[in-house]
Every structure is written in C-alpha cells, then in structure tokens.
C-alpha cells in the first residue's frame, strides 16, 4: 500500500474491498472492454491505465452487494478531469434499480464531484444514512464535460462492519 492511499484512509475506517460479494457485483452501461472490474478490484484500481467507461452514454449505474452488513463512511472515485463523474447518487439497501426506475427512489446521498475528489480525496457521506448497508448503488448521473462518455480510474469505499453481539458471551447482572 503506498503512503498515498493509506493517508487518505479516514481514521477508524477500512477499505471495504474484502467485504464485497465479488459474483453479484453488477454494472449497467459498461463497456464491454472497459468494465467495473478495472476500477473496483484490488491491482486493477491502482492501473490508471485501466478505467471503466460507459458505453451508450455518460451514465453507469454500479450495484455492489457486501457479504457483511457494514456502516459506509466515504467514497473515494477517481477519474479523469474532463470525463470523470461529476453528479453521483447512493443508494443504500436498494437492490434491482435501473435506468428506468432510479429517479423513482430518494437517493441516499448525493455527491458532486470536485476535481480534488477526481484525484482522490474521499468524499464524507452522510454516516447516518448508510449504518446498516447490505448492497450499495452508485449512480453516476453526468461528468464534469457533459460528454457522451464517462471514465472512472478507481472506486474505494470506506466504513467499518458491523459487529454482531454474541447473546451467550453476555453475562447475567444480579442486584445486591
């Protein structure tokens, strides 16, 4: 890990990476030779060689299920100046969204995408809106230029597990 990307980790926060369902993993709007894979898995992220773009216009809509329920903290989404995203929405626990459906639901955040984000500087979500996160949907809605296609370099979330108690190591408390 360079001292680059492990400055940027928010204190008390880890990379996400180990808690993602790799075969639910989807992304609507990929190109086929540019997919999420380039900028989501761990070797691909740090290529900035390798980047997913979109394919028939500007938009990609990234489904990313957890094998945990985990508390999101920040975002990390780099990208080129001009083509990388500029107007991203989140959606906690939303599973099946797409084209057609995703203005439908409130979005669980919103994110526009500074060119200090597209470089890497994490944005801070709204802690309290992503405390018990099965899946995440991040709706890349534009780019900074308009045009028709969108590049993302790298995609790193951030946040904790949630830790589950264990009823039988708790120990009953009598009165004295």
């Not at 626990?93 to 200090?116: C, L």
Request: with cysteine; aromatic share 8%; net charge negative.
């Amino acid at each position: 890990m360079s001292a680059e990307s492990a400055s940027a980790i928010p204190r008390g926060q880890v990379d996400l990476l180990d808690f993602i369902d790799w075969s639910a993993v989807e992304c609507l709007n990929q190109s086929t030779s540019h997919s999420i894979s380039n900028a989501l898995k761990q070797g691909y992220r740090e290529d900035d060689g390798l980047n997913l773009e979109s394919d028939a216009d500007e938009q990609l809509l990234i489904y990313i299920p957890f094998n945990q329920v985990i508390k999101l903290h920040s975002i990390v989404i780099k990208g080129p100046e001009d083509e990388g995203p500029k107007t991203v929405k989140l959606f906690s626990n939303k599973e099946h969204m797409g084209f057609s459906n995703v203005n439908d639901f409130p979005p669980s955040d919103t994110a526009d995408f500074s060119p200090e984000n597209l470089k890497g500087k994490p944005v801070v979500l709204k802690y309290v809106k992503f405390q018990n996160v099965r899946s995440l949907t991040i709706f890349i809605e534009d780019n900074q230029s308009d045009s028709e296609v969108t590049k993302v370099q790298k995609i790193a979330l951030y946040g904790t597990t949630v830790e589950t108690t264990d009823m039988k190591g708790l120990k009953k408390i009598e009165d004295h």
